[in-house]
T-cell receptor
Framework: GIQVEQSPPDLILQEGANSTLRCNFSDSVNNLQWFHQNPWGQLINLFY?????KQNGRLSATTVATERYSLLYISSSQTTDSGVYFC???????????WGAGTKLIIKP | DGGITQSPKYLFRKEGQNVTLSCEQNLNHDAMYWYRQDPGQGLRLIYYSQIVNDFQKGDIAEGYSVSREKKESFPLTVTSAQKNPTAFYLC?????????????FGPGTRLTVL
């Protein structure tokens, strides 16, 4: 089955810094989602991005499907950006999502 | 507001008891899902349902049961057969049953077995 790997596993930054999180997947996918899990556990949808680039405020994502990776960019980090960022791709032919292990981001004031 | 609600937020259970976690959505989504998350880990699929009165086991269905009598509701029962039920449980839904697509999540229920 498809393997999903995220890097780095942990990232500690000062407020105002920029960051890039990476998601590699081992086979072709027809969609990819990025989520932010806040410290209270809520999973928030960030991007649904099978290919190309999308932007939402300080966050943007790029998926290069042919090279099997996706990048999540966070600019001008704020303490509220802290949490765990997951990427997930679907199994082909069913409804399960295959999850990466996540990147834990800590933004220090 | 449209969304997914889960209740209760926190749940404590004695060993040997069954408990039922509620998940309701008013997004008119066809598919619904239950996930389990252990501390510091990713999500694992317990059960999913594409349409009313139908559901399939995920990777870790043993010790759990579900029902889908209404489109908007997908309750999860954690039975006494589940050996290590303490975890964070997340419910999700997605708009189209026939296509694996964007999933949206509720706020979760933290279950603790005493």
């Amino acid at each position: 089955g498809i393997q999903v790997e995220q890097s780095p596993p942990d990232l500690i930054l000062q407020e105002g810094a920029n960051s890039t999180l990476r998601c590699n997947f081992s086979d072709s996918v027809n969609n990819l989602q990025w989520f932010h899990q806040n410290p209270w556990g809520q999973l928030i949808n960030l991007f649904y991005i099978p290919s190309g680039t999308k932007q939402n405020g300080r966050l943007s994502a790029t998926t290069v499907a042919t090279e099997r990776y996706s990048l999540l960019y966070i600019s001008s980090s704020q303490t509220t950006d802290s949490g765990v960022y997951f990427c997930a791709v679907p199994y082909v032919g069913n409804y399960q999502l295959i999850w990466g292990a996540g990147t834990k981001l800590i933004i220090k004031p | 507001d449209g969304g997914i609600t889960q209740s209760p937020k926190y749940l404590f259970r004695k060993e040997g008891q069954n408990v039922t976690l509620s998940c309701e959505q008013n997004l008119n989504h066809d598919a619904m899902y239950w996930y389990r998350q252990d501390p510091g880990q990713g999500l694992r699929l317990i059960y999913y349902s594409q349409i009313v009165n139908d559901f399939q086991k995920g990777d870790i269905a043993e010790g759990y049961s579900v029902s889908r009598e209404k489109k908007e509701s997908f309750p999860l029962t954690v039975t006494s057969a589940q050996k290590n039920p303490t975890a964070f449980y997340l419910c999700a839904s997605s708009p189209l049953a026939g296509d694996p697509n964007e999933q949206f999540f509720g706020p979760g229920t933290r279950l603790t077995v005493l």
